[in-house]
T-cell receptor, first 115, second 114 residues
Framework: AQTVTQSQPEMSVQEAETVTLSCTYD???????LFWYKQPPSRQMILVIR??????QNATENRFSVNFQKAAKSFSLKISDSQLGDAAMYFC????????????FGTGTLLAVQP | DGGITQSPKYLFRKEGQNVTLSCEQN?????MYWYRQDPGQGLRLIYY???????QKGDIAEGYSVSREKKESFPLTVTSAQKNPTAFYLC?????????????FGPGTRLTVT
């Protein structure tokens, strides 16, 4: 079975600094996708970034980038120039099993941004 | 505007009553999903549907039921058999097939059963 592990329940970063959120996963699928979702206090789930496993290049979306280490099954999220609006719960998720497109979520990391 | 709507935002029920949560999407997506969110446990899949008139159990389907009579709608019923129904419920939709790797979420419904 697929699993996703986020070992950091809470993290804190100073405004304008950089922070990295960790995620490891386990899957037997050869082709899969990985995602980071943000859930602010409104509780709306927002897709931050996605990575296709077959792509070696790390995905980047503005201030958000990932460090995808396929052999180590690691998928960390780096937030650069942190802003107060980045404060949220962040969930790592994997999607394999092309028949169902079922997302498997980690337990989340609560990120606080200090002014 | 295209998107997913869930209603109501907050729902209160007495124990022993069935309750139905609404989820509607106008994104023309074939696939729809229901997740449950509890503190410290992330999101867990309750039911999903890849096409109209067909749906499958997820990881925690016991005590829940769904229907998919229209492409746009995927209501979730929380029955009295669900032992711990108080939670935050999220609906999502996505394209089906090999290109359907992205899911879009609604704003959620907070259900409180007392």
């Amino acid at each position: 079975a697929q699993t996703v592990t986020q070992s950091q329940p809470e993290m804190s970063v100073q405004e304008a600094e950089t922070v990295t959120l960790s995620c490891t996963y386990d899957t037997s699928e050869s082709d899969y996708y990985l995602f980071w979702y943000k859930q602010p206090p409104s509780r709306q789930m927002i897709l931050v970034i996605r990575q296709e496993a077959y792509k070696q290049q790390n995905a980047t979306e503005n201030r958000f980038s990932v460090n995808f280490q396929k052999a180590a099954k690691s998928f960390s999220l780096k937030i650069s120039d942190s802003q107060l609006g980045d404060a949220a719960m962040y969930f790592c998720a994997s999607l394999g099993d092309g028949a169902t497109n079922k997302l498997i979520f980690g337990t989340g990391t609560l990120l606080a941004v200090q002014p | 505007d295209g998107g997913i709507t869930q209603s109501p935002k907050y729902l209160f029920r007495k124990e022993g009553q069935n309750v139905t949560l609404s989820c509607e999407q106008n994104l023309n997506h074939d696939a729809m999903y229901w997740y449950r969110q509890d503190p410290g446990q992330g999101l867990r899949l309750i039911y999903y549907s890849q096409i109209v008139n067909d749906f499958q159990k997820g990881d925690i389907a016991e005590g829940y039921s769904v229907s998919r009579e229209k492409k746009e709608s995927f209501p979730l019923t929380v029955t009295s058999a669900q032992k711990n129904p108080t939670a935050f419920y999220l609906c999502a939709s996505g394209k089906s097939g090999t290109a359907s790797y992205e899911q879009y979420f609604g704003p959620g419904t907070r259900l409180t059963v007392t």
